[in-house]
């Protein structure tokens, strides 16, 4: 189907093609005929893709600029530090792809054994380009993410998502509906401000029937290192994500203390637990991490023998070019070396020499 025109009443509607809307609509005949109801086949194949996926987490916020990315890549890193624990961080943020660089994928470095990453941001020929899609196009760009990666065995699949209620938050939670997701992860600060949208988002779960596993409230004060004294840098006006979680009756995991340590990580691409394993940051993350479905977190990190180094290899993936044109990439689409991922039907890249 082409995309549809503003007012759509949707396929499943009563009124689908015979709307006002509808008239124009080059959909028109095709939702009319009941057509446009059809269930999309994808959703049975990601479904079949993941019964090997045991935890599926989407990491959400109403608000933009609260942490989401940042948090899921150190939730992906917590999990991984024990060795036997298999997971997989696909950033669908498509965007605003920051997980490459938090990750530091955009060189030669490459991640452990048992830690996978998948974004948008791995198909730019440049981290300034932009990706100026509508709709329809981030869809199909989720749909292959889900269906198409090979993700094998993993324990836990961290899914970084955009701010909002849009197109991507519909789209992966259409999708893995049949497969089942354990639930969402909402990150807030705790100024009204941010307080406001991120109800708008717990909202957004309750409609679409997606549970919610808790509220993070990240940012939440500094602790100075030296006298231990705590400042509310975003003063929580209104009681923060303490008080909303109390009156909305869902679960507060846990608060993340600002750090300036967690940015200069990010920005070098390393993991923060690593940079500063005393912070208290990193003992309210490994906090949160315990409180996850399935979780038994180990604090050591246990590396897996046989741990690999960088790679190099070619995945067969045919996907749409990030200039909005209907043509696709090349299929035979080379990975920069040091990338660790799962694409198509490759699952253990070679070594190189």
């Known amino acids: ?28 005949r095709l939702c009319a005929s009941g057509a446009g109801a059809a269930p999309d086949p994808a959703v049975e194949e990601i479904k079949e893709k993941m019964k090997t996926v045991k935890h599926r987490i989407l990491v959400l916020s109403g608000k933009g600029g609260v942490g989401k990315s940042t ?14 624990t298999q ?33 948008v941001g791995f198909l730019l020929s440049s981290p300034d380009d932009a990706v100026i899609w509508r709709g329809p196009k981030k869809n199909g760009m989720i749909k292959q993410f889900l269906r198409d990666v090979d993700w094998g065995d993993v324990d836990y699949l961290i899914v970084d998502t955009p701010p909002g209620t849009s197109d991507e938050h519909l789209s992966v939670v259409q999708y893995l509906a049949a497969a089942h997701i354990d639930g969402a992860v909402i990150l807030t600060t705790p100024q009204e401000v941010a307080l406001q949208d991120v109800r708008k988002e717990i909202s957004f779960c309750h409609k679409v029937k997606l549970p919610i596993i ?27 994500a303490e008080a909303m979680c109390q009156d909305l009756k869902i679960p ?39 409180r996850l479905p399935g979780a038994a977190f180990d604090s050591e990190y246990k590396p897996r023998e046989g741990q690999r180094e960088d790679c190099g290899f070619v995945a067969d993936l045919c996907l749409p070019q ?4 209907d043509s696709s990439l090349s299929p035979h689409w080379s990975l920069q070396p040091g990338i660790m991922l799962w694409l198509g039907a ?3 890249p070679q070594k190189r020499p």
């Open 252 to 290: 507060l995991l846990g608060k993340v203390p600002l750090d300036p340590l967690i940015g200069k990580s990010c920005d070098k691409g390393q993991s923060f637990f690593i940079e500063a394993p005393d912070s208290p940051a990193t003992a309210a993350y490994k906090s949160i991490i315990q």
């Open 1 to 28: 189907m082409e995309e549809a025109p503003h007012g759509c009443p949707g396929a499943d509607s009563a009124q689908a093609g015979r709307g006002a809307s509808c008239q124009g609509c080059p959909n028109q």
């Open 346 to 348: 490759i699952n253990i």
């Open 71 to 84: 948090f899921s890549a150190h939730l992906a890193y917590g999990l991984a530090e024990d060795g036997d």
């Open 87 to 119: 997971v997989a961080l696909l950033d669908i943020d498509i965007c605003g792809p920051s997980i490459p660089k938090i990750m530091g994928l955009e060189g030669e470095q490459y991640m452990e054994d048992n830690l996978g990453v998948m974004s």
């Open 322 to 325: 990030v200039d909005g044109s």
């Open 214 to 240: 808790g509220v993070v409230e990240n940012m939440s004060g500094f602790i100075c290192p030296k006298c231990k004294k705590e400042s509310q840098i975003f003063p929580p006006t209104t009681g923060g």
